[in-house]
């Protein structure tokens, strides 16, 4: 890897990188605290910087830009710290019997917790939460303004990327669209999710296997801040990574509930590479080889997937298996088994809110029109990708094994 001072005397119009102790000063002063930051937090502030100077060099506009974003991000961390310190009680909520929403993207997941999130009985994490969630809306009630404001920075991440809304239509409900558990990970500087780092022009990094155990408790942590003298209710939270760290997961909930969505692999890829276009390409200006980035990435997650089939968990009572298929036929009918299968209180008004949800044209799927899938442009074969994920599709009975 190439020093800063060779990147800035090389290449004169590219930044020489991001100064990790000078963003991390800098955060403080906007958060007003100025506590000794948490070590291993300023760890991962410091290896994010050193994955992101690995990357092409940034243009100076592009650093400004990544810069400002990084700090609002760590100063949002900072305030989260300052709020847990200045009010104990908040490490004292119970977080009981969440439910998670697990699987791949583009298989229903979003679908999935939408419905769920009609129950009285529960809240689900919305994009103004992790956008803006000091003080705890336990102290100060959050105001429209508060929220508007965090809907602005929805508004500029689609502007960057348009087309979005055609491959993930819920994001027009603004700050009070549901979020991906991979944005609460983002603000502990776990993983680099662009919901909150649509500025930053590089394919999001994952979850450090070695520090699993850390992401999930500060989403624990996170879930408190949110509950904090808030009316009692359950959670329920999505994300697309859980089933790779399921181990994780039951150790930090060991009474969670899983909901885990399975679809054809054939059909989940083309639209997974869609929608890593649209917005990539939105962020990095089209500067993305997506002929090479098709096979490394099913490559990558087929390995995973594998990984994950060894695990006992995956037959683990606490998960309900969906077939894709199952869930669009009748979604209302899948959410009434999962709770029959958890022994959850089954409510006619929360049927009623589901189907009214549903009859809502303001929640069609295809309210800013269809996307057509393809596999080509992205260089996959339908034999490629029936081969990568034959254990998997064979043993939830999907595509030609249905």
């Not at 994001?171 to 662009?194: M, S, V």
Request: hydrophobic share 40%; with cysteine.
């Amino acid at each position: 890897m190439r020093s800063r001072s060779e990147k800035a005397g090389n290449v004169a119009d590219l930044s020489s990188g991001i100064d990790a102790a000078a963003l991390i000063r800098t955060s403080q002063m906007v958060a007003g605290n100025f506590d000794p930051i948490d070590p291993a937090l300023a760890g991962r502030v410091e290896r994010f910087v050193a994955w992101l100077d690995e990357q092409p060099p940034l243009r100076p506009e592009q650093k400004a830009d990544v810069e400002l974003q990084l700090r609002k991000l760590l100063s949002t961390r900072l305030r989260l710290a300052a709020d847990r310190q200045r009010i104990p009680a908040i490490a004292d909520e119970k977080i009981e019997r969440p439910i998670f929403v697990i699987g791949f993207g583009r298989t229903g997941t979003t679908l999935t917790h939408s419905l769920l999130a009609e129950d009285p009985g529960v809240r689900a994490p919305l994009w103004w939460h992790s956008h803006s969630p000091s003080p705890p809306p336990g102290e100060v009630p959050a105001t429209p303004e508060r929220i508007e404001f965090t809907a602005r920075e929805l508004d500029e991440m689609l502007m960057r990327a348009p087309g979005l809304l055609t491959l993930h239509p819920y994001w027009d409900k603004r700050g009070h669209c549901p979020i991906e558990c991979e944005e609460i990970f983002t603000l502990d500087f776990q993983n680099a999710y662009p919901s909150l780092l649509y500025k930053l022009p590089a394919l999001a990094m994952i979850l450090d296997a070695s520090n699993i155990a850390d992401a999930y408790r500060f989403h624990r942590e996170f879930l408190q801040q949110l509950q904090w003298r808030q009316p009692t209710k359950h959670w329920v939270v999505k994300g697309i990574y859980h089933q790779f760290a399921l181990d994780a997961l039951f150790d930090a909930y060991p009474d969670a509930l899983c909901i885990w969505t399975h679809r054809d692999p054939v059909q989940v890829h083309p639209s997974i590479m869609a929608i890593t276009a649209v917005l990539y390409g939105g962020i990095t200006n089209w500067q993305m080889d997506f002929q090479s980035l098709g096979p490394a990435f099913v490559e990558s997650i087929a390995a995973s997937v594998s990984e994950a089939m060894e695990s006992p968990l995956v037959d683990d009572p606490r998960i309900f298996h969906v077939d894709f298929h199952d869930l669009t036929r009748d979604p209302v009918d899948v959410i009434r088994r999962a709770y029959s299968h958890w022994r959850l209180d089954y409510t006619p008004e929360f049927e009623t809110r589901m189907r009214t949800w549903l009859a809502d044209p303001g929640n069609a799927s295809n309210r800013y029109g269809r996307y057509d899938y393809a596999l080509e442009p992205f260089g996959l074969t339908r034999d490629m990708i029936e081969k990568a994920f034959e254990g998997y599709s064979r043993r939830f009975r999907l595509g030609r094994f249905a």
